[in-house]
């Protein structure tokens, strides 16, 4: 199992170019998570989506998208990027909703920079 | 949402226990208390989660006190791979968690 991997490692962009991030997971879970992760901060949830073909928004949605493409894949697309979304970007996956456990599993992270 | 307050930094000695404080004074009655570690470039692992009742796993130990308003993380013997930033986060029955900033663990050889 290779678990939640993301695509690219890194990126560099200039502003208001526009990228996708994407995740898959082969857990077969749920539900599928993405946070931003600035310098000293603790993890901020973007958007996440409970079960194939729901998305919600999370703390801090402004200036994103998301896809659920199917139950494996979410993909997060800034239409025009900013310096402020200067960030490391984490997908997460878990089995699902109203559980106490639901223990989430990170992928590696994207470092994005934007000039 | 319930917030969490934790201290900014700790440091122990190699294998020494080390026990992370976590305040969490608005918690309700179905919160669970959730613990993860995020090392150095990596993302964040989970490592133990309760209730009401003390939990312990092969990674560490999970101390809630009766009133709920705060628990503490026990790590056995402390463990240069044990240097990582500990998340104590309350998790509503749905689907968000907030990690707050945690506290960042030094171990000292």
């Known amino acids: 199992n290779a678990g939640v991997t993301q695509t690219p490692k890194f990126q560099v962009l200039k502003t208001g170019q526009s990228m996708t991030l994407q995740c898959a997971q082969d857990?077969?879970?749920?539900?599928m998570y993405w946070y931003r992760q600035d310098p000293g901060m603790g993890l901020r949830l973007i958007y996440y989506?409970?079960?194939?073909?729901?998305?919600d928004k999370g703390e801090v949605p402004n200036g994103y998208n998301v896809s659920r493409l199917n139950k494996r894949e979410f993909s997060l697309r800034l239409e025009s990027a900013a310096p402020s979304q200067t960030s490391v970007y984490f997908c997460?996956?878990?089995?699902?909703?109203?559980?106490?456990?639901?223990?989430?599993?990170f992928g590696p992270g994207t470092r994005l920079t934007v000039l | 949402d319930a917030k969490t307050t934790q201290p900014n930094s700790m440091e122990s000695n190699e294998e020494e226990p080390v026990h992370l404080p976590c305040n969490h004074s608005t918690i309700s009655g179905t919160d669970y208390i959730h613990w993860y570690r995020q090392l150095p470039s990596q993302g964040p692992e989970y490592v133990i989660h309760g209730l009401t009742s003390n939990v312990n796993n092969r990674m560490a130990s999970l101390a809630i006190a009766e009133d709920r308003k705060s628990s503490t993380l026990i790590l056995h013997r402390a463990t240069l791979r044990d240097a990582a930033v500990y998340y104590c986060?309350?998790?509503?029955?749905?689907?968000?968690?907030?990690f707050g900033t945690g506290t960042s663990l030094t171990v000292i050889p």
């Open positions: 857990m077969n879970h749920n539900s």
């Open positions: 986060i309350l998790r509503p029955t749905g689907n968000q968690f907030y």
């Open positions: 997460a996956s878990a089995k699902g909703p109203g559980q106490g456990l639901n223990e989430q599993f």
């Open positions: 989506s409970a079960s194939e073909g729901t998305t």
